[in-house]
């Protein structure tokens, strides 16, 4: 079993900037890729970015390129995401997600980030 617990979501201006971090515990010995994903009110879940936990290459969805940093701190199991110059389109509720080289998918509960002026 995996937890993942996120936190530092909230409401900010829109071109603010937020960081959220998701730590990780448990059985992490399989753990293949760990990163973000978004779900917008009536939108499906999505990729933000995430990172491979073997090589450190991180992929991030065309929308926030340039703007999100996924960053990993091996140390503490924990991975953060950077935003800069939010828009109000990035509002959503933030999931922590952990893939494991079995298959097996992790997600934490959420932290809403709301863009609003």
């Known amino acids: 079993q995996v937890q993942l617990v996120e936190s530092g979501g909230g409401l900010v201006q829109p071109g603010g900037s937020l960081r959220l971090s998701c730590a990780a515990s448990?059985?992490?010995?399989?753990?293949?890729?760990m990163g973000w994903y978004r779900q917008a009110p009536g939108k499906q879940r999505e990729l933000v970015a995430a990172?491979?936990?073997?090589?450190?290459?991180?992929n991030y969805a065309d929308v926030v390129q340039g703007r999100f940093t996924l960053s990993s701190d091996n140390a503490k199991n924990t991975v953060y995401l950077r935003m800069n110059n939010l828009k109000s389109e990035d509002t959503a509720v933030y999931y922590c997600?952990?893939?494991?080289?079995?298959?097996?998918?992790?997600w934490g509960k959420g932290t809403l980030v709301t863009i609003s002026s």
């Open positions: 997600n952990a893939l494991m080289s079995d298959g097996m998918n992790y």
């Open positions: 448990g059985s992490l010995l399989n753990l293949s890729t």
């Open positions: 990172i491979v936990t073997t090589s450190g290459t991180v």
